[in-house]
């Protein structure tokens, strides 16, 4: 029984990558000075897991940005517009674009919160292995071997690098990356030899997209890719990884055919694999490096079903090799650097470092068929409350009133513009703003000092909100450190870590608040700063919450009960917000659910399942309001597609979406799926700080009222102002003003 890790943390246990790239980005250091840094990140982690007992320890794990860039640039699949340039700069331009030539695309890798350089290739890409001996696989190999570590070199897979590409914009129609193929295997055939040249013994090749659906044509690609690399006559054994799911039968009935030496398959998202296993009748002649402890959530291991699924393994595979389910890239790095978790919670939880000694002990524990060092798991907090589940049974998920009589109820109260103007929440958040906040953290200001300083901000941006002309305030988020975390420290049954960071992308890293037990809302969260507005103001303000699948999604989640309940638990703290808002004269409440479409599962099977939850919760909060009071919900992209009918079932009174690089084509898409309620397309976009013209946005409006009313249709940025400065923000919102007002009036 041996042991491995699918892959490990890149970032340093003091953040030490993300310092050392933005002192490169900054001119502080050179290239040096950061190749330096990144070979110590990099010997200290092989270090760390060879003395934590692993049999196998991964090499190429590491990155200056992602692995799927690494990639791009191993196999030269460089788009013309950076090759002026070489080495990192030419890395860093890929990445984050230079002066006039923009990045390439970045998107979110599988249904994870970590993002990817997403390649762009043409019918012109030509493969080849662009550093050859000294590509980066084989000089992190060598460079662990010189430090007496062997390791196994970790690539993406060769059909996963394909289709998560996309075709360059230049590319004729019917093009494909997956025409690539071929030549891209080449390239791998090459790379392979020269490892093994270097001496490794084994070949780690990612596949996650075989846990997708995957159509006859791909899985045909697949076969043909790996029947080339497993006839290469020198070549290291490969160990074809898939995570994330189950992998499709198909899929494994070809893995199982060709020669390579072992398949890892994750048991914690895909419990189904042992099935897939039985119906293609096991993997008799090959190695299943078995993912039983869990590489994407922060809980201990479960022994007893780690070991029960190792063994019900045995009578389907050749050998059994213990491991996570999935790289522990999406872990925080070590539980022993947090000091104040509550240690009811922290008996329940392993990081990185943890699980790589979970693995060591359940290896340990099964060759010795003794059980594992005896982890106390301490069990969640008493059950939830009897009180609170009557409470969820009884509780409908309806609004009172159908859409029209909400609908006459809102323009009766409201009394608001046709096109009427609003914003999604955030303004700047300023340098003094940031300082009172961690002032606050620090303890360098009083409570009392703090709450001035905001109520003093909030008044600002309420009379900035009014000189300008909009129609519907907000009191502009100038209190939240981030949209969950800001909720998660408010409620019961959320913990925060001091140093849990985890790589969302590049340098950029997010610390998710961990959901261990039942949540409830202690207090009211919003209340104060939103009434402090409304008082402000004769407009209405809008109230601002972050809904029930966005605070799971952007959270570890405790697993011992369905994600459905933990989203209905907070859904009910969320629906006593909602009525202590609309208690206090609130009359319009925005939920966003940003990550709705994050979580739709890889497979379609599991759409309906998750769509049901997820939009069962946010009902949930959101239906206890009267006619009169006006529900909002945003969502920040615009590729609806196979959520489209689940966007109408939320049945908020407005929806705002992004749409202004898809020239409101969304408006059209949603209504023509029977979405009936108000619209708020994005006219402009937040992401860059360019000042869009009146007219353009003038354009936009025109466009969408091609498909909606304009009593339905909002004027309204397509995402929070928070990383904007106030100068393009003023300057975009007077022309956002300007155009609203010229199409009412000429409309
Ligand atoms: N209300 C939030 C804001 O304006 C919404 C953020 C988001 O959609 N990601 O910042
Ligand atoms: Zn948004």
């Known amino acids: ?17 993300k310092f050392a790239t933005e002192d490169y980005w900054a001119g502080r250091i050179d290239a040096a000075a950061l190749e330096e840094a990144g070979a110590d990140l990099r010997g200290t982690v092989w270090t760390q897991l060879r003395d934590a007992g692993l049999d196998t320890i991964p090499s190429n794990t590491f990155s200056y940005y992602d692995q799927v860039l690494d990639t791009s640039v191993l196999v030269d699949a460089v788009p013309d517009r950076y090759r002026h340039l070489d080495g990192l700069d030419r890395y860093f331009a890929m990445a984050r674009g230079v002066q006039d030539v923009p990045a390439l695309e970045m998107t979110k890798w599988f249904d994870t919160n970590y993002h990817y350089i997403v390649p762009e290739l043409g019918p012109g890409t030509r493969f080849r292995l662009a550093d050859g001996a000294g590509a980066k696989p084989v000089s992190e190999y060598r460079e662990a071997k010189a430090l007496g570590i062997e390791t196994r070199p970790v690539l993406v897979g060769p059909l996963t690098y394909l289709l998560l590409a996309k075709p360059a914009a230049d590319a004729p129609p019917g093009f494909g990356p997956l025409d690539l193929l071929d030549g891209l295997v080449e390239v791998y055939a090459e790379l392979l030899e020269r490892l093994s040249g270097a001496g490794a013994e084994w070949v780690q090749l990612d596949e996650p997209a075989l846990v997708a659906d ?26 074809v990884a898939t995570y994330f799911g189950a992998i499709g039968a198909d899929a494994l009935r070809v893995l199982a055919g060709s020669r390579v030496e072992a398949v890892a398959l994750d048991f914690v ?22 993912g039983v402890v869990d590489g994407r959530n922060v809980w ?42 509550e240690p009811a919670v922290r008996g329940r939880l392993a990081f990185a470092r943890q699980k790589a000694e979970e693995v060591v002990a359940l290896g340990r524990a099964l060759r010795e068929d003794a059980p594992a060092p005896a982890a106390q798991v301490p069990a969640p907090a008493a059950g939830i409350d009897h009180r609170v589940r009557a409470r969820l049974d009884m509780l409908g998920d309806a609004r009172r009133g159908d859409r029209a009589a909400r609908f006459a109820a809102q323009r009766a109260t409201l009394k608001l513009p046709d096109l009427a103007t609003t914003t999604i929440g955030s303004f700047p958040q300023t340098p003094e703003i940031r300082k009172a906040r961690a002032d606050r953290r620090a303890g360098r200001v009083s409570e009392d000092a703090y709450v001035q300083a905001m109520k003093d901000e909030i008044a600002r941006v309420v009379a900035f909100q009014e000189e300008l002309g909009l129609d519907v305030l907000v009191h502009g988020e100038p209190e939240r450190n981030d949209m969950v975390q800001y909720f998660a420290e408010q409620l019961d049954g959320y913990a925060a870590t001091e140093h849990g960071w985890v790589q969302s992308y590049g340098s ?38 972050t809904g029930p699948v966005t605070m799971l999604a952007w959270s570890f989640v405790r697993d011992d009960q369905p994600p459905a309940e933990t989203a209905r638990q907070v859904a009910l703290a969320l629906r006593d917000e909602i009525g202590d808002l609309e208690s206090a004269g609130i009359r319009i409440i925005q939920v966003d659910e940003p990550a709705l479409r994050e979580l ?12 049901d939850w997820a939009v069962g919760a946010f009902r949930l909060a959101t239906s206890g309001v009267a006619d009169s009071t006006q529900i909002h919900t945003h969502m920040c992209y615009s590729e609806f597609g196979e959520i489209i009918d689940a966007i109408g079932a939320l049945d908020a009174d407005v929806t705002s979406v992004e749409a202004a690089r898809s020239h409101m084509e969304l408006v059209g898409d949603l209504r023509a799926a029977g979405y009936e309620n108000g619209i708020g397309p994005g006219v402009y976009d937040i992401h860059s700080p360019r000042v869009p013209s009146a007219e353009e946005m003038e354009d936009n409006l025109r466009r969408a009222l091609q498909a ?11 995402c929070g102002l928070k ?14 003003v300007t155009a609203a007002r010229r199409v009412r009036e000429g409309a």
Not at 319 to 328: D, F, H, K, M, W
């Open 708 to 718: 909606v009313e304009p009593d339905k249709l909002w004027v309204n940025p397509d």
């Open 600 to 611: 739709l599962p890889l497979r379609r099977t599991e759409h309906a399942a998750y769509l």
């Open 508 to 545: 950029r890293y997010v610390r998710p608040p961990i959901l261990h037990s039942d949540v409830a809302r202690p207090r009211p969260m919003t209340v104060e700063w939103t009434s402090h507005a409304q008082g402000l103001t004769n407009k209405p303000v809008k109230g601002m919450l």
């Open 723 to 736: 990383t904007r400065a106030y100068p393009e923000t003023e300057a975009s919102l007077r022309n956002l």
């Open 300 to 341: 201990r291991a479960d022994e007893q079903r780690a070991k029960a699924t190792c063994a019900a393994l045995l009578g389907l595979v050749d050998q059994v090799t213990v491991s996570t389910s999935c790289s522990l890239l999406h872990v925080p790095i070590d539980l022993d650097a947090e000091t104040s978790l």
């Open 269 to 290: 998202a895909g419990p189904g694999n042992l099935d897939v296993l039985a119906t293609v009748g096991g993997l008799p002649r090959k190695t299943v490096v078995a």
């Open 1 to 17: 029984m041996n042991t491995t890790i699918l892959g490990y943390p890149r970032i340093g246990a003091r953040r030490e990558l």
């Open 214 to 239: 995957r159509t006859e044509e791909e899985v045909a690609a697949l076969a043909r890719a790996y029947a080339r690399l497993g006839e290469l006559s020198s070549r290291p054994r490969l160990l």
